[in-house]
């Protein structure tokens, strides 16, 4: 733990810091662990108006989540229109919640060049980053150009019915959030491609059959038939999901190298009392015959224990579809 750290902990005299309007030390401050804290800093950032934009903007390159949002928060009530190029460059972070709070900057200032790059985060991967650059298009004002990007902000909104509604034309918008990693979102676009039952859907529930998630998985066969997909063609697709199934060779060293491990590892559940049994028995044959006639004694039951784990494993059946 370096000293940094170790003050880091203290924590910072805000209304000291805010008499002073000492800007840095106050972003400096926002690495304190407490969201009450951070939430205060921001304020009185924010309220500090146009004069601490261009440190806030200076400030904004850190990489410190906490310090960023704060930025973000204190720039979103300065809303100063100089803020703008910056945020935007942030909806590229890697960070989902600095992404997020960057488009509710945005939105808030209303300054009509993020309106673009708004409509690329409706893209996002993460469905709240997502959200918020729907929400921030809606304070802006804007209007979707056309069916497809409609569907892409509704489903931004979250606003399911309104994406089924638009029909064949939601499909690239449904495509997109197929790669969402919340299962449930992942499932409702499924859900709405059924729905709209249209065949140009068929390559993503095909897809969809593969997916690491049971549940999505069965929503894709319920929804595969509305699409033209016959149901001999499914089972192909499902046989491509992830199979989480143990390795017989990882199995086997583990028995040979910890007996007993090998067996907890595949899940079974004297795995952990047969470890316990071979601590005390090498302990007592090490203590009773010495170094060389235990070795010669431990080894074929270890070996043993290897290839019976190894064997075992190899005929567990596949997990559920």
Known sequence: MNFFTLMSRKKPDIEGLA???????????????????????????GSLGTEATDKLLLALKKKD????????????????????????KTLKDKSSEVRWEAAIALGEIGDPQAIEPLVHALKDHDKYVRYGAAFALTKIGWK??????????????????????????????????????DSNVRQKAIEILGEIGDPDATPLLIRSLGDANS?????????????????LHLPRGLSRRPKMTKNPLIAGVLNFMIPGMGYAYIGKWWGLMIYEVDIAATIWIFKLWGDTNAYETLFPIY???????????TKMPEPPI
């Open 144 to 181: 979707p150009a056309d069916d497809e990007q409609k569907a892409f902000y509704f489903a931004g909104m979250q606003e399911w019915k309104a994406v089924e509604l638009i029909g064949k034309s939601a499909i690239p918008a449904l495509s997109h959030i197929l790669n969402d990693r």
């Open 215 to 231: 549940e999505v998985r069965w929503k894709a066969v319920l929804s595969s038939p509305r699409c033209g997909i016959r149901l």
């Open 19 to 45: 008499a002073r309007k000492d800007i840095a030390g106050l972003v400096k401050a926002l690495q304190y662990n407490d969201i009450d804290v951070q939430s205060r800093i921001a304020t009185i950032l």
């Open 65 to 88: 989540k906490n310090i960023l949002l704060g930025i973000i928060e204190a720039l979103t009530e300065i809303k100063d229109p100089r803020a703008v190029p910056a945020l935007i």
């Open 303 to 313: 070996l043993l224990l290897a290839f019976h784990a190894y064997y075992i494993t």
